[in-house]
């Protein structure tokens, strides 16, 4: 049963008792125009491929292709179960997204928030430029860069440690700093690409709300938590909601250049175990039912906290 | 107006993407149209007659596109191409899958029906799928009948690695370097620390230690050599599992079974070596967390003693030394690998008989093609075709000999064409490319590693399950280096690694490996 | 103007601060990425290389550029840019617009079908053999359609529409506009931000999208500048040195110096593009007040 609001006519507004859904349609015909190349890409494009997900429950042979491949039900979803190894996979996952929600979410809200602060546009400017570009290094830079600064014998922070007289540490071989090392570096590499979005938020709140707040006699602070804050909230939302979709996704492209037998025990995530299956038999289902069940989960996970954001903030993305 | 113009812009791109796409598979066509249309018959050479096939039949070859500088365009234009296509009598479409994901372009390409009529392999099966589901055609016949030179020049032992149960399924390139990599040392520094060559594990620890403590490159600091430069469990570093017989993942054989080298019991000894060489400060101590530049660093600013790499290698070692430490004056040798203690089998690497192999595709219309294309790269015309070229092109001769010029490569995009070198050592061409220094230490190379290595029993053995695959790769890695770097008890961890490697999979693993091989290799 | 007070004075003084630390931070590793691009091999080899290039050699970009193929890859790249984007745009915005609509029929189902893609992702092989199904295989429309809309854009520009006050929409809707004229004239306009930023997304993923080019295309004349850039990256793993193209060349290249070098080359022109774009995330008066 539709509860659309019609759209007010040049005759005023309509209220009929009832509104069949057709007339609804009728009425919203240019909005439906106007999303269907949208649909159909959408369509045609991830859902109709979507359907090859189903290699997940075969033994997809790629020479017999979907339709002629084995069917083995839950195989897969049982074996990377009963990896030995899988509780410390699911542990270090789950940690290291949670450090990911907790420290690096607000990495790039709080940049964006401190750079909006800055009166002098200049100034602005230049760090802003400064700040994104890191986002354009691959991760084996990255890494490269990391182990300059990290390494046991040239490393900066270990000459550093000696010059005050403590011993070097071999930090990239310790199990227990790895965690902390993908955060940092992952946190200096997208914090100022990520706050673009979040500028962009800030650069649409009216600058008129200031200033009557201004002549109302509000400080900066408050300033802040009625007007800068309201305003970016949506965004944070958005992105949070967005983020908890995905939130089994670690980041393999950063975490397997950084990962060594030595921190295996922190940093062996669900991805890496995936990739290292290789190029084997039954490689693509294995990596199929790997996929969906991180998607199921960041879709339940996804679901819930829209309904929560919902019912606490008035926001949801859906 | 606005609207229209925003509906005539999408409509010009979705035009344009017809239209880029229509024209592209245009292009497709013409190329294959091109290439059905016959060329000139092959001109058969005194003594090297080859059945000659009317008209000339297409073939299409996958390739990795490695580093070398690729025809564009359509390939037959190419004048190498047009040249080998003449001499083997055939039309030839080469396609270049990149070579960063060759493997996967093949299974993409294998996927949608692509297949075609021979692509290049290592070994008989890359994991690419067309071996264990017999897709490939067993060339007997095709070689008796159509490869009298394929036949001559390739030696038994490179048959053998791509034959099963008798039936040959792929053309291999025979390896001059079968036990497939060696070790490097820094003769002059052992020439400043007077010591010989170290023949046994214990010897080669002697000369670590010395390569520590005394300053051998002159440098005035005596703590900032590097010993024995390792990267993490890389493939470059196998000739240290190799003093005692063994590869982490090489089949091997113990009490009738087939198992895995890291399982057997030796395989320990190898990790005491390890254990030591660090705990004493003789293996480079970011030797886990040391990528291929910064570990290619330490070798050239003349600061490492002892490393791994292809037989090969020696000399491009050499000249990069050179370049960035000439005050080193350094002489790379290879040395035999030497032998564990208390080992008494053949140390080494593992032994790769073959290099590239092409593999034929039962799909294929004109295997036959196929057989003589190769089999006349194999006729000693050919070997000096692949290797330096085309007289005129790529090198001239002068009063007798043969003058290469490499530059001619790049300008004539003619490189390619190693891809289709599938001869051992041609003697003519070796001395074309390399000079006598060149020539000497190569040689050198090659001549130990002929006489070492050993086999791994399943070659050739169709890829294991994923539930498997685990159990090879970085599984013992852990365990190896809380060893190594944390100095954790040799015996106890070890032992608790390989029953917990049995209980994952490990024995059923090792079952298959030994059924497999009684029933397939054991002659 | 209000005068401030001495804690504001001093949280913008430990603001500038921080700010200037955090640049800081960034850049000098940053210079670092340019001294070794502009440096000779055997300095880079003997880890000399700190801030300021040794040896001034810019063959590393020289290997690049002088390459006959670089121009190639260079136009392939532009036009999937330029053409990409457009696309990119064009059908965000008309997805996202409906989509922002409270009063729209299908907006919970469409946004959720939506949603549900970003997070169901359809495996390689079916995607090759659908992409190869349209014709679109080795073609310069295999890197433009199937990406034509990220849901992560849409989803923003959907969240940038929503903020939009209702009833100027209204008041326009009541004059007769069509939904269309609506967006395109009033929404629009006013959504610079969110706009420019999408513009600026879905560029830099077109300038640096190498896989769909590894995996779609094999014509070498149609690979893009990324994908160009990374294989010649790739190669060296394979060889003992640089491949003999770089000997041939008499060019001083180093690996590390490679890789730097490319990084800058693919990197600079976002850079060269990004203050035109940036100023609309500095000027915010004209929509603000557009929107009261």
């Not at chain 1, 590499?189 to 201004?214: D, H, N, Q, R």
């Not at chain 2, 520094?189 to 594990?201: A, E, H, M, N, R």
């Not at chain 3, 532009?78 to 064009?90: D, R």
């Not at chain 3, 199937?146 to 929503?162: D, E, G, K, Q």
Request: aromatic share 12%; net charge neutral; hydrophobic share 45%.
């Amino acid at each position: 049963m539709s509860n659309a609001v019609l759209s007010k006519t040049k005759y005023g507004e309509i209220k009929p008792k009832s509104t069949s859904a057709w007339t609804t349609f009728y009425k919203q015909r240019s909005l439906y125009a106007m999303v269907l190349p949208g649909m159909l890409f959408f369509l045609l494009f991830r859902y109709l491929p979507l359907t090859g997900s189903i290699i997940a429950f075969q033994d997809y042979n790629l020479f017999k292709g979907i339709m002629n491949s084995d069917w083995v039900g839950f195989k897969w979803f049982e074996q990377f179960f009963t990896y030995p190894n899988m509780r410390r996979v699911f542990v270090n996952t789950l940690i290291i997204s949670l450090y990911q929600l907790i420290f690096s979410f607000p990495a790039p809200i709080l940049l964006a928030l401190l750079l909006n602060e800055v009166r002098r546009a200049r100034l602005k400017g230049t760090v802003q430029t400064i700040v994104y570009l890191p986002h354009f290094l691959s991760w084996t830079i990255v890494f490269g860069l990391t182990h300059m600064v990290l390494s046991l014998n040239s490393g900066l922070l270990n000459q550093l440690l000696q010059v005050l007289g403590f011993d070097a540490i071999n930090f990239l071989m310790k199990a227990e700093a790895f965690r902390s090392i993908i955060i940092l570096s992952g946190i200096w590499k997208e914090m100022g690409w990520i706050a673009i979005i979040f500028l962009a938020a800030l650069v649409g709140i009216s600058p008129t709300l200031y200033e009557s707040a201004k002549i109302d006699g509000a400080g900066r602070w408050q300033q802040f938590v009625h007007i800068t804050w309201q305003g970016i909230k949506p965004a944070i939302i958005i992105m949070l909601l967005l983020k908890l979709g995905v939130i089994l996704d670690s980041g393999v492209d950063q975490i397997y250049v950084f990962l060594n037998p030595m921190t295996l025990s922190t940093g062996d995530v669900l991805d890496t175990y995936t990739y290292r299956t290789g190029v084997v038999e039954g490689h693509y289902s294995l990596t199929t039912a790997i996929g969906l069940f991180k998607s199921v989960i960041g879709f339940v996970l996804l679901a819930l906290a829209n309904r929560l954001s919902k019912a606490v903030a008035g926001e949801g993305l859906y | 107006m606005k609207k229209n113009i925003h509906w005539t812009v999408v409509g010009l791109l979705v035009l344009m993407l017809i239209l880029s796409a229509c024209s592209s598979s245009n292009a497709g066509n013409n190329r294959e149209e091109a290439g059905a249309s016959p060329n000139a018959s092959a001109e058969a050479g005194p003594g090297e007659a080859e059945p000659t096939l009317e008209p000339p039949s297409p073939i299409k070859i996958y390739a990795p596109d490695t580093s070398y500088a690729l025809p564009s365009g359509k390939f037959l234009d190419n004048p190498t191409a047009k040249y080998l296509a003449e001499k083997t009598n055939t039309v030839p479409d080469v396609q270049f899958l990149p070579n960063t994901n060759y493997v996967e372009q093949l299974k993409l390409k294998f996927a949608a029906g692509d297949f075609p009529d021979a692509f290049l392999g290592f070994g008989l099966t890359q994991q690419d799928g067309a071996l264990e589901n017999g897709l490939l055609l067993p060339l007997n016949d095709l070689i008796d009948k159509y490869g009298p030179n394929l036949k001559k020049n390739i030696p038994q032992y490179a048959w053998d690695a791509v034959t099963l149960n008798g039936q040959i399924y792929g053309i291999p390139e025979p390896s001059i370097q079968p036990s497939a990599r060696e070790l490097f040392i820094r003769k002059d520094w052992l020439d400043k620390v007077q010591l010989g060559i170290p023949k046994t594990s214990d010897e080669l620890l002697n000369v670590l230690r010395a390569f520590r403590d005394q300053d051998v490159n002159g440098n005035g600091d005596p703590s900032d050599e590097i010993p024995l430069a390792t990267r993490a469990y890389a493939w470059s570093d196998e000739n240290i599992w190799g003093m005692w017989g063994l590869q982490p993942g090489v089949s091997t054989e113990y009490e009738g079974k087939i198992i895995p080298g890291m399982i057997h019991p030796r395989f320990k000894e190898a990790l005491r070596f390890l254990q030591t060489a660090y705990q004493e400060g003789l293996l480079d101590k970011e030797f886990l967390t040391s990528d291929l530049s910064k570990w290619r660093q330490k070798i050239y600013s003349d600061r490492a003693g002892v490393w791994g790499w292809t037989p090969e290698g020696v000399w491009s070692f050499q000249n990069e030394i050179d370049a960035t430490s000439p005050n080193a004056n350094a002489d790379v040798i290879g040395i035999p690998t030497p032998v564990g203690a208390g080992f008494d089998g053949t140390a080494g690497a593992q032994i790769l008989p073959t290099g590239k192999t092409y593999l034929v595709m039962k799909s294929s219309k004109h295997p036959e093609a196929v057989v003589q294309f190769f089999d006349w790269l194999l006729s000693n015309e050919g070997q000096i075709f692949s290797e330096i070229g085309i007289e005129g092109i790529n090198y001239k001769k002068e009063n007798g000999k043969i003058v290469y010029d490499p530059e001619s490569e790049k300008k004539e995009k003619s490189e390619w064409r190693l891809l289709f070198e599938m001869h051992g050592l041609n003697q003519t061409a070796f001395e074309a490319k390399y000079d006598e220094s060149q020539r000497a230490k190569l040689q050198a190379a090659y001549d130990i590693s002929s006489h070492e290595g050993f086999p791994n029993l399943t070659e050739g053995m169709p890829p294991i399950s994923s539930e498997f695959q685990v159990l090879y790769g970085t599984a013992y890695q852990e365990a190896a280096s809380k060893i190594i770097v944390d100095n954790a008890p040799l015996d106890a961890t070890w032992d608790a690694f390989v029953e917990s490697w049995r209980k994952q999979g490990g024995d059923k693993l090792i079952e298959q490996l030994t059924t497999w091989y009684y029933s397939n290799k054991k002659k | 103007m209000i005068k401030q007070t001495r804690s504001e004075r001093w949280f913008d003084a430990m603001n500038v601060a921080v700010l200037l630390l955090l640049a800081a931070a960034i850049l000098i590793p940053l210079i670092h990425v340019l001294a070794v691009s502009l440096s000779e091999t055997t300095a880079l080899n003997r880890s000399e290389v700190k801030l300021w290039p040794i040896g001034f050699n810019l063959d590393n970009y020289l290997l690049v550029l002088k390459n006959k193929r670089f121009v190639n890859a260079f136009l392939v790249t532009l036009l999937v840019v330029a053409a990409g984007t457009l696309l990119n745009m064009a059908l965000t915005t008309m997805t996202a617009y409906p989509l922002s609509r409270t009063y729209f029929q299908a907006r919970r189902w469409m946004t959720l079908l939506v949603i549900f893609t970003m997070i169901f992702q359809a495996p390689l092989i079916p995607m090759y053999l659908l992409v190869r199904s349209f014709g679109l295989l080795d073609t310069l429309g295999a890197l433009i359609v199937p990406s034509a809309i990220s849901v992560f854009n849409m989803i923003l520009c959907m969240t940038f529409f929503r903020s939009l006050p209702e009833e100027l929409l209204e008041a326009a809707r009541i004059d007769g506009m069509s939904e269309f004229n609506i967006l395109l004239r009033i929404v629009m306009p006013l959504s610079r931000p969110i706009l420019y930023t999408l513009l600026l997304f879905y560029a830099v993923y077109h300038w640096n999208n190498y896989f769909s080019s590894l995996i779609f295309i094999t014509d070498p004349a149609k690979r893009p500048l990324q994908l160009y850039i990374f294989m010649m990256l790739n190669r060296d793993e394979a060889s003992t040195t640089m491949s003999n193209l770089t000997q041939i060349m008499n060019l001083d290249v180093s690996p590390k110096g490679l890789q730097m070098a490319t990084v800058v080359l693919a990197t600079a022109p976002i850079v060269m593009i990004y203050p035109f774009i940036q100023k609309h995330f500095i000027k915010g008066s004209l929509i603000g007040s557009l929107k009261e």
